[in-house]
């Protein structure tokens, strides 16, 4: 069985110095570099953002069509070499892409044939959303919507220690009338019935976290009992998050009245 002793130095190296010259020919659209990095072959692929290129022919075809510049890469994160005894190798690089929030993933398979010396034999190149704006993010944006369904619920059930836990102690609360109250005047009015909400019915509920800020925008049916005087009107509403001590709390909100159909 051959060797495949992994990163021997001198061959890293090698597989170093082609792949930095192949990466300079992608800025300066050096197609002869292009070309010559890459196996003659029919069964030779690249996977690229755009392109999909199967066989030595269709890939210079793209990289001829590709006008010159900068390219996608703003900036490397991380280069991974790896060689396996003398003749093959594979090369994997991560990087930011230019202008946009996302990481570009970049992969080749190295060759090394007897008569033409190394050539990639295989590449793919892709990009995906950051980690943290796809996942923990989601994950937060979950977290603000159920604070704000556990408000809502607290005001219909007038759970008074449950709805202040839910406010944070500088809490501005817009009416849909324009009046403005604190957080102490917000829950007074509502101890005292004033107004007292006979229904609240959320929807359309939609949230993005800023850090450690988190932005509702909602509908929401309202039955509302004031001096006697029962209306039922909708509103549009922004409500806005802050995460402090490990919990959402509503700092602002801030509703409008849907005129009616």
Not at 184 to 199: C, D, I, Q, S, T
Not at 231 to 243: D, E, G, I, N
Request: charged letters at 30%; aromatic letters at 8%.
């Amino acid at each position: 069985m051959s060797d495949l002793t992994a990163n021997l130095p001198e061959v890293v190296a090698e597989v170093r110095a082609l792949f930095e010259r192949y990466e300079q020919a992608l800025v300066d659209k050096d197609v002869d570099v292009l070309d010559a990095t890459f196996w003659r072959s029919p069964h030779t692929i690249r996977y690229a953002m755009n392109e999909h290129g199967y066989g030595f022919d269709e890939i210079h075809a793209h990289r001829v069509a590709r006008p010159p510049g900068p390219g996608t890469k703003e900036r490397r994160i991380r280069l991974e070499i790896l060689t396996l005894g003398r003749d093959l190798a594979t090369v994997n690089l991560e990087y930011k892409v230019r202008g946009k929030d996302l990481i570009g993933r970049q992969s080749q398979t190295w060759v090394r044939f007897p008569d033409l010396g190394w050539k990639v034999i295989s590449a793919h190149v892709s990009a995906v959303e950051p980690p943290s704006s796809k996942g923990e993010n989601s994950m937060s944006e979950n977290e603000v919507l159920q604070a704000d369904e556990k408000r809502f619920d607290a005001m219909r059930k007038q759970d008074w220690p449950a709805l202040e836990a839910a406010l944070a102690d500088d809490l501005t609360y817009v009416h849909s009338t324009a009046r403005l109250e604190t957080k102490a005047e917000h829950v007074g009015n509502l101890r005292a019935g004033k107004p007292f909400y006979r229904g609240i019915a959320p929807r359309e509920q939609k949230a993005r976290v800023i850090g450690d800020v988190g932005i509702v925008n909602g509908v929401s049916e309202m039955s509302v009992e004031n001096a006697g005087k029962e209306q039922k009107f909708t509103v549009r509403y922004l409500a806005v998050y802050a995460k402090r001590g490990g919990q959402w709390r509503m700092t602002a909100w801030q509703s409008t009245r849907v005129p009616d159909a």
